[in-house]
């Protein structure tokens, strides 16, 4: 069953959808795409691991959905504390064993996941489906500084916005046709989302060290389920998160043709949350 209720951090309220599946259960958080609520990827993922035994719990970060914040901006840190406090809401709830909580991240999510993760240690094991796992150092490698003029570019428009997704290669924050087919058909309809964000949130995307986090994980267990061809969310920085993460760890190739195909489409959704619910209840037992 469903139930609605609110995550409170840094003074803001979230809106969340609390699915239990029985006392003592593993229990997750989900985080999700850029600009993604919970009505999307992240509530279909939390109800097919409900499915599966797991406890769930889906929300809008801040600035996103139904919750309180600074409107159509990706404020990283201040996703990392919607995190926490999430976690702090499932330790809290009578029917959540608080040693048997994990997180799970899909797209930017997946990146978001690992850094929380590798800084709260009450996450016992974190999931990365078509993560985002994002490496500013690797960003500017080839070209430094270019890397350099993009982020004075965002700094320059911090306040100004533009649409997340366009069709025919009209500037958007994610562009190209992929993420159109997506957000900007019926197949992500959800009320409370919006084609909006801002160009600070670009910088954050782009300053964000998901990768980093990877050695700071220590013995937590992480899956990673990544599509072979994917070209939003590089498999090269999720082979190499799996490879730099110390603790016990398992990699499932997908040979899905597109980096939404992990969104909503089969049979690549089933068999990640197979993978998923399986590998979190081999890991999340009682300590």
């Known amino acids: 069953m469903l139930t609605h209720i609110t ?24 985080t999700g795409p850029f600009t993604g609520v919970k009505e999307q990827v992240t509530g279909g993922y939390a109800a097919r691991l409900h499915e599966r035994g797991i406890t769930t719990l889906a929300f809008d970060h801040r600035g996103f959905g139904q919750s309180e914040g ?8 201040g996703k990392l504390a919607d995190l926490r406090a999430a976690v702090s809401v499932l330790a809290a709830h009578p029917a959540v064993d608080a040693n048997r909580i994990g997180i799970v991240g899909i797209c930017l999510g997946g990146g978001y996941a690992v850094r929380a993760a590798a800084g709260d240690p009450r996450l ?33 428009r ?29 197949r992500s309809t959800a009320e409370h989302w919006e084609n909006r964000v801002t160009h600070g949130s ?46 016990p ?21 089933t068999r990640a949350a197979d993978e998923t619910a399986e590998f979190l209840r081999s890991v999340l037992h009682d300590r």
């Not at 016992?124 to 960003?139: D, E, K, L």
């Not at 306040?159 to 087919?181: K, N, Q, R, S, Y």
């Not at 300053?207 to 899956?223: E, N, Q």
């Not at 760890?249 to 959704?269: F, S």
């Open 7 to 30: 995550v409170h951090a840094d003074g803001l309220t979230l809106a969340g959808d609390l699915r239990v599946a029985g006392d003592g259960a593993p229990a997750v958080v989900l």
């Open 70 to 77: 600074r409107r159509a901006h990706e404020d990283g840190q």
């Open 124 to 156: 016992r094991a974190v999931v990365g489906i078509a993560g985002a796992y994002n490496s500013p150092a690797r960003f500017a490698a080839g070209d430094p500084e270019g890397y350099r003029q993009a982020l004075a570019s965002f700094i320059d």
């Open 158 to 186: 911090w306040d100004e916005e533009l649409p997340a997704v366009a069709a025919g290669g009209a500037p958007a924050a994610m562009g190209g046709d992929e993420p159109f087919a997506y957000y900007g058909t019926g």
């Open 202 to 247: 670009l910088h954050t995307l782009m300053t964000f060290d998901a990768l980093g986090a990877a050695p700071l994980l220590s013995r937590t267990p992480l899956l990673v389920v990544h599509g072979r061809t994917d070209a939003y969310c590089s498999p090269e920085l999720a082979e190499a998160l799996y490879e730099q993460a110390t603790g």
């Open 249 to 269: 760890k398992r990699l499932l190739w997908l040979d899905a043709a597109q980096h939404i195909d992990l969104y909503d489409v089969e049979p690549y959704v």
